[in-house]
């Protein structure tokens, strides 16, 4: 189970805090067991801060304190800080990537049966577009609807996410598509026949969570071979 640490202090010297923290990082390489660290400092009060460290169990996290370096670099935050800082042990229950869950659920809602739902509430107006399959990118919500009706058109499709990293305002997803080919594609006939197709997405969030950009990298020649249809490519 995932497990955070926070660290609560008070220091007047956070510059030198600051250095002391890029030292740990520089000492620890290759040994720590820390996988994620955010400092705040509190908007009313600039002498407050709050450390936010995340580690993969809590035995993770007793090896990390166990190592000589952060043991030596916790006398060494205690005599920058104005009190002792306080430690709170957290296992973590619910983790959800926001940025991430709108990206799945934008994944769904393009293989959703029936009509194909509204992107309101997953992209913004202006929403930006790279598909190799495209000379000139899409530029608008409404024209990227319309090129996944196209696909829709064509295709009895599914999407399978079969991994997501996100950072900072990027989520990455690698997916498996799934599909029928029902109709015309590229001026190719419905031919009736199961294909898939592997690829991975970039989407650019906006602060609200909305998707505001996305690339797309797509198996498109493997597809092409599975429709028997190497030779369009050519014409």
Request: glycine share 6%.
């Amino acid at each position: 189970m995932t497990f955070v640490q926070l660290i609560d202090c008070r220091t007047n010297r956070f510059d030198e805090m600051d250095r002391l923290m890029d030292t740990w990082v520089e000492q620890t390489q290759g040994k720590r067991t820390a996988t994620h660290a955010v400092v705040g400092k509190d908007l009313s009060d600039e002498s407050h801060l709050v450390e936010i460290v995340e580690f993969p169990s809590y035995e993770e996290a007793m090896r990390n304190s166990n190592l000589p370096e952060t043991e030596r670099t916790f006398r060494e935050m205690v005599a920058l800080c104005d009190t002792m800082p306080t430690f709170t042990d957290l296992d973590v229950v619910r983790d959800e990537q926001l940025y991430a869950a709108n990206a799945r659920r934008l994944f769904d809602t393009l293989a959703a049966k029936g009509e194909l739902p509204p992107f309101n509430g997953l992209l913004v107006e202006d929403y930006h577009d790279h598909d190799p399959l495209n000379e000139q990118d899409v530029s608008s919500m409404d024209a990227f609807r319309h090129e996944i009706e196209m696909w829709r058109d064509a295709f009895d499709l599914t999407f399978t996410v079969e991994d997501q990293i996100a950072q900072g305002d990027r989520v990455v997803t690698r997916w498996t598509w799934n599909a029928t080919h029902k109709g015309d594609f590229l001026g190719i006939a419905a031919t009736g026949r199961k294909v898939t197709m592997t690829g991975m997405t970039i989407h650019r969030c906006t602060s609200d969570g909305k998707i505001t950009e996305g690339w797309w990298q797509y198996d498109g020649l493997g597809l092409m071979g599975q429709l028997e249809a190497l030779d369009a490519l050519e014409q």
